[in-house]
C-alpha cells in the first residue's frame, strides 16, 4: 500500500490481541500505509524472575523457549502471527541490513547477515517483519509513504555513528532518490518514531562522551555537567539530514524513571530483559 503523504506521528499505548498485550503503536499510520509500528514494554510475557515477563531478547540467559513464546505472542497481539521475523545481533554499530524479498531463501540470507552483527533492517516488503530489542538504548522506526521501513537500534555510539540518518538515507535510496536534493526532499515526508528510552535525567556518561556529543550535536544535548540527551542529538541529526521536526514522535518515556513497565540496563544493575521495536507492513 502507497500513499501519497503520512499522517502526522503519533503514539497511543493500545492493548492488543487476546493476551491485551500494551504497546505504543500508531493506529493511522497502519490505516493509512499498512505499516505497523510498535514499541512493547514488559508485562504480558512468560518470562521470569528478572527477564519478568515479555523478554524479547535471547542474548541475557533467559530461558529460550521462554522468549520464543514471547515473541510469538507480540506477532499474535499484533494481527500477524504468521510473519517471519528477522532480528539482528546488535553490536552498536551504523550496519544496515537490507530486505528486499520475502522468498525463503532470501529471508534466510538477511537472517545470517543480521545475526553477523547489525544495527538497522531496512525492508522494503509486505509480510516481514523487523525486531529490535532494547533496554535504555534508543529505538528508532523510520516509515516512508511508500510502505518501506527501517527499524534501528541507537545506542550513544550508535547516535555518534548517525545509525538513523544513515537508516533515513538507505530507506531514500530504496525509495529511487538519487542525488543529495532528491534524498533530503524524500527524508522530508518520512515520518520517524522514538520509542522508550533512557533520558537525560539519568544518562550521566564520561566527560569525553559528553565532549563528543557537545561537538557533534550542540550544546543542546547536553544537561548539565555530563547528562546527554539522546533526543535531542537525534532530532538534531536527522533535521540536519532534511527529516521534518514535525514529523519526529518522541514516546516521551524515560527506560530508567519507569523500570516496571520498560527494561532499563542500569536499573537493574545490567540483568535484565529486553523489550522490543517491531515494525511490519502487511501483505
Known amino acids: 500500500m502507497v500513499c501519497n503523504t503520512l499522517p502526522a506521528p503519533h503514539l497511543d499505548a493500545r492493548p492488543c490481541g487476546a493476551r491485551r498485550i500494551s504497546m505504543l503503536t500508531d493506529q493511522a499510520l497502519f490505516d493509512a500505509c499498512g505499516v505497523r509500528v510498535a514499541f512493547t514494554g514488559r508485562a504480558g510475557g512468560v518470562s521470569e524472575g528478572a527477564f519478568a515477563s515479555l523478554n524479547l531478547g535471547v542474548h541475557v540467559q533467559d530461558n529460550l523457549d521462554h522468549v520464543m513464546e514471547n515473541r510469538a505472542c507480540v506477532m499474535e497481539a499484533l494481527g500477524a502471527p504468521d510473519t517471519p521475523v528477522i532480528v539482528p545481533n546488535q553490536v552498536h554499530g551504523t550496519i544496515i541490513v537490507d530486505i528486499e524479498s520475502a522468498s525463503a531463501a532470501q ?33 528508532v522506526i523510520i516509515v516512508s509513504p511508500t510502505g518501506r521501513f527501517v527499524v534501528a537500534h541507537a545506542g550513544w555510539r550508535g547516535v555518534v555513528g ?122
Do not use: W
Not at 527529516?243 to 519507569?258: F, L, P
Open 107 to 139: 529471508l534466510v540470507a538477511a537472517q545470517q547477515r543480521a545475526q553477523a552483527g547489525a544495527d538497522a533492517l531496512a525492508v522494503s516488503v509486505p509480510g516481514v517483519a523487523a525486531l529490535l530489542c532494547f533496554a535504555d538504548c534508543t529505538p
Open 162 to 283: 548517525s545509525i538513523a540518518v544513515l537508516s533515513a538515507q538507505r530507506l531514500a535510496q530504496a525509495d529511487g532518490a538519487c542525488g543529495t536534493d532528491q534524498v533530503r526532499a524524500n527524508l522530508g515526508g518520512y515520518n520517524v518514531y522514538i520509542g522508550p528510552h533512557i533520558h537525560a535525567c539519568h544518562f550521566e556518561v564520561g566527560q569525553d562522551v559528553a565532549d563528543t556529543f557537545r561537538s557533534q550535536f550542540g550544546a543542546t544535548c547536553i544537561k548539565g555537567q555530563r547528562h546527554v540527551s539522546m533526543l535531542d542529538a537525534l532530532r538534531t541529526s536527522l533535521v540536519a539530514a532534511g527529516v521534518d521536526a514535525a514529523r519526529i514522535c518522541d514516546a516521551g518515556i524515560c527506560t530508567q524513571c519507569n523500570p516496571q513497565a520498560y527494561y532499563s540496563y542500569r536499573a537493574s544493575g545490567g540483568t535484565c530483559g529486553r523489550h522490543g521495536a517491531v515494525a511490519f507492513r502487511k501483505a
